[in-house]
T-cell receptor, first 118, second 112 residues
Framework: GAVVSQHPSRVICKSGTSVKIECRSL??????MFWYRQFPKQSLMLMAT?????????EQGVEKDKFLINHASLTLSTLTVTSAHPEDSSFYIC??????????????FGDGTRLSIL | GQNIDQPTEMTATEGAIVQINCTYQ??????LFWYQQHAGEAPTFLSY????GLEEKGRFSSFLSRSKGYSYLLLKELQMKDSASYLC?????????????FGTGTQLKVEL
C-alpha cells in the first residue's frame, strides 16, 4: 500500500527555536498533502492543505506566518514551526493523497512528529 | 461547519462483536472514512463508504446511511490488539477540493 514517511518522529527543543518537519510520499505522487495537529486525547485538527506548486490553504485560526508550509515537489512537503513556544507542543501528522482522478482514495498518514518545546 | 459525533469510550470482550456509531451533519458530503489509531501513532485506514449500505472487509465492516447522516463500524471476533481509538472522518467537497474532518474518536478497550 501507499507509504508516507514523516521525519523526524520526535523533537525536543528550546522555546524560540524553529523546527522543520518533512513529509514524503514514497511510492506515489501526492498532488495534495495535509497537515494536522493532535493534542492529547483530542482528534486530529486540520491545519492546512498544500498543493504542489501553489500556496497552502490554512484553516481558520492557524497562523500562516508561524506555520510555514512548502510543497515544492510531488513527493515532499515541509512544515516549519517558526519561533516555537511551549503551547506549540503537540503531535503533528501529515497526510498525502495521490493524483488519480475519479478514484475514491483514502488519505495515507505519516507516522507523526511529537514536538515538545521546553 | 461539520458536526461529527461518536461515543467517547466503549468496552468489549475478546471474541465478541462491537459496533461504533457515528453521526454527522455536513453539506457537500463526499464519503465517510474509518481510521484506527493506537496511542502515539498515526491513524491507519480501515474502511470507506460513499454510497448507502454495508462494506465488508475481513473482521471489519462499515455501514452508511446518507439520508440519516449515520455510519457505524462493526468489529467482529475482537482481539486484544483491537484496543485503540477509532476515528470517524467525513470528506466534504469544497471549492478548494476534498477536505477530511475527523470526529473526536471512540476509545475502544478490549478485555479478556
Amino acid at each position: 500500500g501507499a507509504v508516507v514517511s514523516q521525519h523526524p518522529s520526535r523533537v525536543i527543543c528550546k522555546s524560540g527555536t524553529s523546527v522543520k518537519i518533512e513529509c514524503r510520499s514514497l511510492d506515489f505522487q501526492a498532488t495534495t498533502m495535509f497537515w494536522y495537529r493532535q493534542f492529547p486525547k483530542q482528534s486530529l485538527m486540520l491545519m492546512a492543505t498544500s498543493n504542489e506548486g501553489s500556496k497552502a490553504t490554512y484553516e481558520q485560526g492557524v497562523e500562516k506566518d508561524k506555520f510555514l508550509i512548502n510543497h515544492a515537489s510531488l513527493t515532499l512537503s515541509t512544515l516549519t514551526v517558526t519561533s516555537a513556544h511551549p503551547e506549540d507542543s503537540s503531535f503533528y501528522i501529515c497526510s498525502a493523497r495521490g493524483q488519480e482522478v475519479g478514484v475514491n482514495q483514502p488519505q495515507h498518514f505519516g507516522d507523526g512528529t511529537r514536538l515538545s518545546i521546553l | 461547519g461539520q458536526n461529527i459525533d461518536q461515543p467517547t469510550e466503549m468496552t468489549a470482550t475478546e471474541g465478541a462483536i462491537v459496533q461504533i456509531n457515528c453521526t454527522y451533519q455536513t453539506s457537500g458530503f463526499n464519503g465517510l472514512f474509518w481510521y484506527q489509531q493506537h496511542a502515539g501513532e498515526a491513524p491507519t485506514f480501515l474502511s470507506y463508504n460513499v454510497l448507502d449500505g454495508l462494506e465488508e472487509k475481513g473482521r471489519f465492516s462499515s455501514f452508511l446511511s446518507r439520508s440519516k447522516g449515520y455510519s457505524y463500524l462493526l468489529l467482529k471476533e475482537l482481539q486484544m490488539k483491537d484496543s485503540a481509538s477509532y476515528l470517524c472522518a467525513v470528506r466534504k467537497l469544497t471549492g478548494g477540493g476534498n477536505k477530511l474532518t475527523f470526529g473526536t474518536g471512540t476509545q475502544l478497550k478490549v478485555e479478556l
